[in-house]
Structure formats: structure tokens, C-alpha cells
């Protein structure tokens, strides 16, 4: 049996919750009762990457059952302590101030390479672009440029770093070589030319812009409308801090831009009120941290917005549910944007 199994099993996380999470909550007395969700579960013989959700009744000392949301997420390959450690610093810092918020770290388990901390709840942004809500969608914009600013200005003092592999695109996990080589075993090497271009071209630009920055800053490393949770009408949460380190802050810029303007093409098939928020997002992280936009700053941001675009590209061709139709039309977008040196944000 997989050794993550025992995660699904009510009996078990009771026991387990009363020996890790009782001891950090003195007012409960005991647990009543688990309920399991996994949001993700992909297991197979030995290894496994799980997000588990578990809807805990907590049994006060006077009798009364309070609930709380405690989430694992567990990874047989990479192990998560780094992310317990990312979200542990995040918190002491004063990241989470009531408005912008993020999931409060519990502990880390060696025993299933996962960390556990207490949920938030709330829809995450892309609903609301499905839903072609785009009053909300609009509103989370403006707070998620202010939720990014306050990231890249967490005092790095303290600092000691946990993802050193994340920092630079040559490594970002998978790694660039593992790209290369899945996708030329899964397409036959139709599109390896493209693909060692792209890089080539991402790694040449990376490694010329990152010696000119000054001090470099925490960045969240994957950002993206699903990683942004509404977490009520003045309220934003920050979750799934995998890719989380310390580099050029233009990265999240530029992903989050890029993602952006894909999910309102692709799921709110609204492609020019994407060019909206786009503007909108920007305008509002540059006024809240006063920096100037300036061409270099366009350059580096344009860089990390076609690297995304280049990464949607291969988990398109990829992923368990690929859609290889889609993933050669961006890939063609991505690649006219390159050879042109076209700055695209």
C-alpha cells in the first residue's frame, strides 16, 4: 500500500490530528469528527502528490464544536518542507493582516513528505472569470496588485534560502532539461527546435538582466488567478507557495500578466476586457510600491510574461488532459514574440 494512504482514512487523521494538532490549540479538547476532500490525488504504486482538505470538529473544553479547514499538501518527489519553512517565515513576518491574507502553516511531516496548515476559504479567482463575473474579477485585480507589492516588500533580512534551484529559469522545476526531454520523447522531437530556442533565449535574457538588479526580493513564483483567494469583499489570500524564493520580482509580474490574459481569453472569452485588467493590475502595483515603468523594466517583464507563456505551452502538450491543438497555437504566439524580441505586456 502507497505509505500516503492512510491520509484518506478518518480513523487514522483523528489520531493523527490528536498527536500534531492538539498540542498547538490548548482550547480544544478533543476532535469529534474529520471530513476528507482531496482536491488533488495522484497516486501510484510508490509515489504520490496530494492536496488534501479535512473539515475538522474541533471539541472545545466547555462542550462547544467549532470547525476549521486544515489542508495537506504531501509530494513523494519534493518534499514540502521548504514550503512549510517559506509560509513559517511569511507569517512571523506579518504577511497575513486580516486584508490580504494566507493560510497559517501548522507543522511539516517527514513522514509523508507534506505540511499541513489551517485552509482559507473562499473561491478562487478564476471562478469568478468563468463565471463572467467580471465586476469581482475587477475588484480582486486591484487587490491582488496590492496583495504582490506587499510580497515584494517582505523584509528579506532573515532570509535563508530554501529554493535555491527556483530563482533562475534554467532550474524552476521540472528543470530545463526534463523539459526538453519529455517533450521530444512524447512528439518525436517535432517540436525541439522551438523549445531549446525558447529557453536558449530566456536563460541568455535572464543572465544579462539579473546581475544590473539591486537587492533581490521574495517572490511567490507562480502566480496565477487559482492561487488567489477571495477572501471576502475587502479581502485577498495567497496559497500554494511551491515556487516560492527570492528573485526578480518582474517574474511574478509577468506570469500573473500572462496567465491573466490567457484565462480571460480561454475561460472568459473576453480577450479585450483582459487587456483591461492587465493595465489595471499594473498601474496599481507600480503606484503602490512607486517605481517607474521604465523600457528595462518593460524588457524583464516581457521576458518572465513569454516564459509563462512558453510553460502553459508544454504543460498544454503534457498534461494527463493535454490539448495539443491548443498548445501549437500558443507556441506559435510565444515563438513570433521571441524571434521578434517584441516586448509583450
Avoid at 513528505?113 to 489551517?118: I, L, Q, T
Avoid at 496590492?146 to 532570509?159: F, N, V
Avoid at 513569454?306 to 504543460?315: A, G, K, S, V
Wanted: glycine share 6%; aromatic share 12%.
Amino acid at each position: 500500500m502507497n505509505k500516503i494512504m492512510p491520509l484518506f482514512d478518518e480513523e487514522y487523521v483523528k489520531d493523527f490530528f490528536r498527536r500534531e494538532i492538539l498540542p498547538l490549540y490548548p482550547i480544544y479538547s478533543d476532535i469529534e469528527s474529520v471530513s476528507i476532500r482531496p482536491y488533488k490525488k495522484m497516486i501510484w504504486t510508490d509515489t504520490y502528490h496530494v492536496v488534501i482538505g479535512y473539515k475538522i470538529s474541533f471539541i472545545k473544553s466547555a462542550g462547544e464544536i467549532e470547525r476549521k479547514l486544515i489542508v495537506c499538501s504531501a509530494h513523494s518527489e519534493e518534499p514540502r518542507e521548504n514550503v512549510y519553512k517559506a509560509m513559517d517565515y511569511l507569517w512571523r513576518s506579518g504577511f497575513n493582516d486580516g486584508k490580504i491574507e494566507m493560510p497559517r502553516p501548522l507543522f511539516y511531516s517527514p513522514e509523508f513528505r507534506g505540511v499541513f496548515y489551517r485552509g482559507l476559504r473562499g473561491e478562487n479567482i478564476l471562478r469568478y472569470v468563468k463565471d463572467k463575473d467580471f465586476d469581482r474579477v475587477e475588484k480582486k485585480v486591484i487587490l491582488a496588485a496590492k496583495l504582490m507589492a506587499r510580497l515584494h516588500e517582505t523584509p528579506t533580512k532573515d532570509w535563508v534560502e530554501l529554493n535555491p534551484g527556483s530563482s533562475e529559469i534554467i532550474s524552476v522545476i521540472p528543470g530545463v532539461e526534463t523539459i526538453k526531454k519529455e517533450m521530444s520523447q512524447r512528439f518525436f522531437g517535432r517540436y525541439d527546435s522551438d523549445i531549446a530556442e525558447a529557453y536558449d533565449y530566456f536563460i541568455k535574457q535572464e543572465k544579462e538582466f539579473l546581475p544590473h538588479q539591486g537587492d533581490l526580493c521574495l517572490i511567490h513564483g507562480d502566480a496565477h488567478l487559482e492561487n488567489l483567494i477571495d477572501t471576502g469583499d475587502d479581502g485577498l489570500g495567497l496559497i500554494d507557495f511551491s515556487d516560492f524564493c527570492r528573485a526578480d520580482y518582474a517574474r511574478d509580474l509577468g506570469s500573473f500578466l500572462q496567465q491573466l490574459e490567457y484565462k480571460m481569453l480561454t475561460k472568459g472569452n473576453d480577450p479585450l476586457r483582459g487587456e483591461e485588467f492587465k493595465r489595471l493590475f499594473l498601474h496599481e502595483y507600480l503606484a503602490e510600491r512607486k517605481i517607474i515603468m521604465t523600457p528595462e523594466l518593460e524588457k524583464r517583464i516581457s521576458l518572465y510574461y513569454n516564459w509563462t507563456m512558453i510553460r502553459t505551452t508544454t504543460y498544454l502538450f503534457l498534461s494527463h488532459n493535454n490539448e495539443p491543438e491548443r498548445a501549437v497555437e500558443l507556441l506559435k504566439i510565444a515563438m513570433e514574440n521571441i524571434r521578434s524580441n517584441k516586448v509583450k505586456i
